[in-house]
């Protein structure tokens, strides 16, 4: 494989072939930002999303979990600023009319876009005479609101405006009074939540990387504002400890401290947590304090106080937030470029997804040596049937040659695969191949379930 570009191509079809992920709507020419799961993308966002609420919420005495209504009243909107200020800067093709992200132009003509305003592009672009991607005039500068607006019941009019929410924090921020008269929880608490986000993208590329819908977990974590600094440290250290359960090696994710005039409207800092991916260096999750900026937003729209009492005494405030905010889509894509491999072994070029055992879709492939031979078919189905049981992701294989399922089985990640011989029919023992090493051992079914 020659470059990242390369490796790219290659892990977006070997999600497609192998069933991880498809492009949205493909039987119908596609849906432009959309992706669909397959059976084994399924299985391995749903062991990124489990490790996540198992490290951040149940291993904790200290977060409360929600799953809050995708579409809510259009006021909270309206509150945290994104009617006002969730935009993107756009720019018009003035031949095909097509549009395209003014900074993603910029940046690829080699100008530094930080800080830059919308007449300062516009400026820019003329000087330098930035063309679009079909070689055509662009229009001047202007923003565009990246959410999707829908009406809400039979009648469309002002007051049924909703939204697909941008961001999953608006619905734990909405619930954090509820949360508070129902636990009454000692500061400094979190909730968190997982779940559907839609931003409509202007251009959105890199496989899943930048997406119209995708899913967020994030966590707004509570605190007294005069010990931010501490909570903001906490949470900084916790987003390493996740790169690395993701298999992510420490060297490939950098920090880079967000300057102001580049920050979310919210934020008075924010630290984005970078990944070396085969596209470059991108952002894969970020950390911010969003201070009291939200729940005063919601207490001056709502009327209702925010105010938390801290046991015991009088002292009232409204708490600041610290927000660890992960995309599902960024993981996966981080977790699969990590682990796409290309070796060699004896002589042999194979394609292996070296998986972090606990993220693998699937754990174990149990193949019969044969398929000709009825009692070992039957033997390899009963250690098959005793696996499912005890770890569930565990796939029966008996397709092709020994050496096509190690392939196949290499391609999707799977740890091991242990194969049912002779030898098992007489003492009990099968062979267990290791996808990394490719080495084999003679066990006891026994010894290999325990493994
Ligand atoms: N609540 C804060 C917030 O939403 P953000 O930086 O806009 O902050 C957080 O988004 C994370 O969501 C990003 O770091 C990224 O992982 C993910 N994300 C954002 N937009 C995305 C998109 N279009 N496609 C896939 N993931 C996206």
Redesign the pocket.
Known sequence: MSTQENKMEAIVSLAKRRGFIYPGSDIYGGLSGTWDYGPLGVTLKRNIMQLWWRMFVEERDDMYGVDAAILMNQKVWQASGHVDTFTDPLVEDLETKQRFRADHLLKDAGVEVDGLSLDDMSRVIKERGIKSPNGNELSEVRTFNMMFKTTVGPVANDDSISYLRP?T?QGIFTNYKNIVDSFYPNLPFGVAQQGK?F?N?IS?RDF?????E?E?M?IEYFVDPSHWEESFEHWRQQVWRWTQALGLADEAVHELEVPENDR?HYSKRTIDFEFDFPIGRE????L?YRTDFDLMNIQNKSGKSMDYTIKGTNTKFVPHVI?P???V??AVMAVLSSAYTEDEINGESRVVLKLPAHLAPVKVAISPLVRNKPELVERAREIYERFKKAHGAVMWDDNGNIGKRYRRQDEIGTPYCVVVDFQTLEDGTVTVRDRDTTEQRRLSVDDVLSL
Do not use: M, N, T, V
């Open positions: 961001e924090a986000a931003r993208e959105p899943i990387f930048r997406s119209r995708f967020q994030e979310a952002e894969l999750l970020g911010a927000e905010s992960f995309g889509e960024r």
